[in-house]
């Protein structure tokens, strides 16, 4: 997870958090619509996670 404020002029910049559960690459990522921490993603190891940044020491 990147803070798009502290990227570089170049778009890139330090994770603010790395998120890693999956085992392949990831396909899709979804932010929830009713609360703006939580997120879910998909990937190739078909796998669906629910990740909560709040509650994830972000």
Known sequence: ???R???TSDGVGSPV???EEH???VLCVQWC???SS???SS???GYVNI???EQDGC
Request: hydrophobic share 40%; charged share 40%.
């Open 1 to 3: 997870m990147f803070d």
């Open 5 to 7: 404020r502290n990227l």
């Open 17 to 19: 958090h790395k998120f």
């Open 23 to 25: 085992k392949a690459p």
């Open 33 to 35: 619509p009713d609360k």
């Open 38 to 40: 939580v997120f879910g």
């Open 43 to 45: 990937a190739e190891d």
């Open 51 to 53: 990740w909560d940044y």
